[in-house]
């Protein structure tokens, strides 16, 4: 315990510095924060986006931990990362992108050409769960010319494919560490892994091996997991979180924006929010039945109240703003006599579903809503909220369930419909060959119109019951520069991220 006089005395010693420092224009220097805390709906399975599904590996490693060659902004454009530049062939089919020499993974290795080929062969292995495997089935072959040249040779043209290589699935990883980077990343990163402590928070902490270390700001970031609506407000105004990118705060926003504390940004999406249904069971082989389940929800009553009116009605898997985009949100309208009608034709009565819900809460508010539509029409739906990891699981994985609500947030998944044992259990001929000639035609204009028929085909098929396009929430400290306002992909950058 300290005494009287060494108080004294540490007082005057303090008074003195202060002003000898005025009397020499210096004042005692301010430390700028460089910590953040970042809170995040769902916690990611783990940690490796080319084995998993769940967009929310993406959001903690992209660009963080992990690289790709490409870098999709926020605007939807697209920059080099590990890759400097690149060019295509006149038909669009061979792409060859010159890389970064002074890139390296956090194990020592180097980075180069062989883990590029690597990366991409190692997507379409026997074994290889990544939920993008058509995209790199696509390549004929991948040349390694040197060690800073990478030639793409494709079996059909792709004009999207720099921004395709831009979303996590497409990260390059280390040859020798790969198998072990769900749970020890090791990329070419600003950013390594530090405590993950699970259900609760997981750190990253910068990694002074990278290229461009003195360009980042923040030394270290904590995601903090919050599933609780009322907890990520609480959070937030306590000071606990600094950013909640995508945060459930539609009711109380008001409460937000009169803050000076806070900046509020509403932001556009590419992303898809259904009522998945189980296409492969009974009655919903029947596409009466999808139709008649289709016709019973009204989309503006499921936006109110799953997403508090912060969305956009959509008829088909695509959205307002994605090219060759075409209103088909007639073709399903909302008409509960026509669903009563369907569900006569098809010889249904007092029809009984299981709703399998994961924990968002767009999900479980979205679920309550709709299940009190479709009892209107005589279809009882049996909600079951579920975790994440069951979801990802029994629904996604074992196809397990009748219906469900999830968003689809990766703007180029079209695709899904032509995998036939994606967790929908959509198969169909037809489109299979529509998407086929989307594949081969590098002409945009004639895309975009095959786009179009596509769009027309899946919402008549009624494969799902297409909801909305969400319009997403983010709340951060006034004082935090970088943040993203629109999300063409699901990322928190951090090397954006600066405190003023």
């Not at 669009?92 to 180097?110: C, M, S, V, Y």
């Not at 993950?196 to 461009?212: I, S, V």
């Not at 767009?362 to 279809?379: C, R």
């Not at 699981?393 to 947030?409: E, F, M």
Request: with cysteine; charged share 20%.
């Amino acid at each position: 315990m300290l005494s009287r006089r060494s108080i004294l005395l540490t007082c005057a010693t303090a008074t003195l510095t202060v002003a000898l420092a005025l009397q020499t224009g210096c004042t005692p220097q301010q430390t700028t924060k460089n910590t953040l805390s970042i809170g995040m709906v769902l916690e990611p399975p783990g940690l490796d986006p080319t084995a998993g599904a769940a967009s929310a590996i993406g959001e903690v490693v992209l660009y963080n931990v992990f690289e790709t060659l490409t870098k999709i902004q926020p605007d939807g454009s697209i920059l080099p990362l590990l890759a400097e530049k690149w060019e295509a062939s006149p038909d669009q089919k061979i792409w060859t992108f010159h890389l970064r020499k002074d890139a390296k993974f956090h194990n020592g290795e180097p980075f180069n050409a062989a883990a590029v080929k690597f990366s991409f062969e190692r997507a379409t292995g026997k074994d290889s769960t990544n939920k993008d495997k058509r995209l790199f089935a696509s390549f004929e072959r991948v040349e390694t010319p040197d060690d800073f040249t990478v030639v793409l040779h494709g079996k059909e043209p792709n004009p999207d494919l720099p921004f395709l290589l831009g979303q996590a699935t497409a990260i390059i990883v280390e040859p020798k560490s790969a198998a072990s980077n769900n749970t020890q990343p090791v990329g070419t990163g600003p950013y390594q892994l530090g405590d993950w402590q699970k259900g609760a928070t997981l750190a990253l902490n910068k990694w002074d091996g990278y290229r461009a270390a003195s360009n980042i700001a923040l030394q270290s970031a904590t995601f903090r997991f919050i599933g609780d609506v009322a907890a990520q407000s609480s959070a937030l105004l306590a000071g606990d979180v600094d950013l909640f990118p995508r945060v459930q705060v539609a009711r109380n926003m008001q409460q937000f924006k009169g803050d000076s504390r806070f900046q509020v940004l509403v932001g556009a999406s590419r992303a898809k929010t259904i009522m998945a249904m189980n296409n492969a069971k009974k009655p919903l082989d029947d596409v009466r039945v999808r139709r008649a389940i289709s016709a019973a929800i009204d989309r503006q009553a499921v936006i109110q109240g799953a997403a508090d009116g912060f969305g956009v009605p959509i008829g088909s898997f695509y959205v307002p703003g994605a090219p060759g985009y075409v209103d088909t949100t007639g073709i399903n309208a909302y008409d509960p006599e026509k669903a009563k009608a369907l569900l006569q034709q098809a010889g249904i009565s007092n029809l009984t579903l299981t709703m399998k819900l994961p924990p968002t809460p767009y999900a479980k508010q979205g679920g309550e809503v709709i299940a009190a539509m479709l009892a209107k029409v005589g279809i009882t739906a049996k909600i079951e909220s579920v975790e994440w990891a069951q979801w990802l699981s029994n629904v996604y994985g074992k196809k397990d369930y009748d219906l469900t609500i999830i968003s689809h947030v990766e703007p180029f998944d079209f695709g899904n419909f032509a995998k036939p044992d994606y967790y929908w259990n959509y198969r169909s001929p037809a489109f299979n060959s529509l998407y086929d000639n989307i594949l081969q035609t590098g002409d945009t204009q004639q895309r975009e119109r095959l786009l179009g028929d596509a769009q027309k085909l899946v919402a008549d098929d009624a494969v799902a019951v297409y909801l909305y396009q969400p319009q997403w929430i983010t709340v951060g400290n006034g004082k935090l520069a970088g943040v993203w306002k629109d999300m063409p992909v699901f990322v928190n950058d951090l090397s954006a991220l600066r405190w003023q």
